[in-house]
Nanobody
Framework: QVQLEESGGGLVQPGGSLRLSCSSSGFILDEYAIGWFRQAPGKEREALACVAGGAARSYYADAVQGRFTFPRDYAQNTVYLRVFHVNSGDTGVYYC????????????????????WGQGTQVTVSE
């Protein structure tokens, strides 16, 4: 059974950092691309990145350039999302989704390009 589970959310102070995890089970992580999305309060879910499997190309939204990284740990079957120097704009629910193959889908920014989703993890940036 395919499962994705996000974790690591919570309250973070502005300027701090956070690490979210997307833990997977029921499939080989290297064979699938994983998308990270965020839904801010009152806004639609937006794509942050597609982390490809194998040697395929990954894609990143302009908004995450410079402060976000997305390392994969195949031994742990986990894809991470790390954010540095968080600000209030990073508040929201973060989701990960599994694509249909190792390459990032086209369009990688569309939720419809991902079959399986986790339940999300809430991040709140506040003093």
């Amino acid at each position: 059974q395919v499962q994705l589970e996000e974790s690591g959310g919570g309250l973070v102070q502005p300027g701090g950092s956070l690490r979210l995890s997307c833990s997977s089970s029921g499939f080989i992580l290297d064979e699938y691309a994983i998308g990270w999305f965020r839904q801010a309060p009152g806004k639609e879910r937006e794509a942050l990145a597609c982390v490809a499997g194998g040697a395929a190309r990954s894609y990143y939204a302009d908004a995450v350039q410079g402060r976000f990284t997305f390392p994969r740990d195949y031994a742990q079957n986990t894809v991470y999302l790390r954010v540095f120097h968080v600000n209030s704009g990073d508040t929201g629910v973060y989701y990960c989704g599994r694509a249909r193959g190792s390459g990032c889908p086209d369009p990688w920014q569309s939720q419809r390009s991902y079959n399986d989703w986790g339940q999300g993890t809430q991040v709140t940036v506040s003093e």
